[in-house]
């Protein structure tokens, strides 16, 4: 059975083991510097760092912010050991059995086999891809907005919402552009 372990400082013991597979998961443009998001697990509210343990053992993580109206799922990953094992889609569910929100992701556009595998592993967990331009703003300072896709689950229209969970992710996560 899964269950989730949140982080809720550097020093917890289950942090090197996040950190870690975060750095090994993300190539660096796709994470905030590692002391930016220790800051956000010990001192943002919104910002939920957690460890996928099973039976009692770390086998990923998962960090989302939630934000009322919706949660943003930032990174999710797993170790290499359990990848394919149905770990993700079952972490996936986890969340949506506790949300009574919206879920929002982000994933690279399709110009290969794993970047369109990850768009089908999505939709068969009920994500829904927005097909519209959406330019993921960079964490570091020097480094080039990311083209990317929306998936969201739950209520949420790419008509009538588009622009408000941009400009949310934006602002909040990125601080980007923000007023």
């Known amino acids: 059975m899964l269950t989730l372990h949140r982080l809720r400082a550097a ?10 597979l975060l750095t ?14 220790r800051h956000y697990t010990s001192s943002e509210n919104r910002f939920h760092n957690q460890v996928i343990m099973e039976a009692g053992k770390p086998i990923g993580l998962v960090a989302y912010w939630d934000f009322g109206a919706f949660r943003y799922i930032e990174h999710l990953a797993t170790i290499p050991e359990v990848r394919g094992g149905g770990y993700g ?3 996936l569910q986890l969340l949506q059995g506790a949300a ?3 879920i929002v992701l982000e994933v690279e556009e399709p110009t290969d086999d794993l970047s369109t595998r990850r768009i089908g592993f ?5 994500f829904e ?3 519209k331009t959406y330019l993921q703003p960079p964490y570091r300072k020097g480094d080039g907005m990311l083209p ?10 790419q008509e009538q919402d588009f622009e408000q969970v941009k400009d949310t992710l934006y602002q909040e ?5 923000a007023k």
Do not use: N
Request: aromatic content about 20%.
């Open 173 to 177: 996560v990125y601080h980007y552009g």
């Open 100 to 102: 009574d929100t919206p």
């Open 148 to 157: 990317m896709y929306l998936m969201v689950w739950g209520r949420l229209s």
């Open 129 to 131: 891809l927005w097909e």
């Open 122 to 126: 999505y939709r068969r967990a009920g």
């Open 11 to 20: 020093d917890d013991c289950l942090f090197a083991f996040a950190e870690k």
């Open 24 to 37: 090994q998961s993300f190539p660096a443009e796709e994470y905030r510097p590692i002391e930016e998001w």
């Open 89 to 91: 889609l079952k972490l």
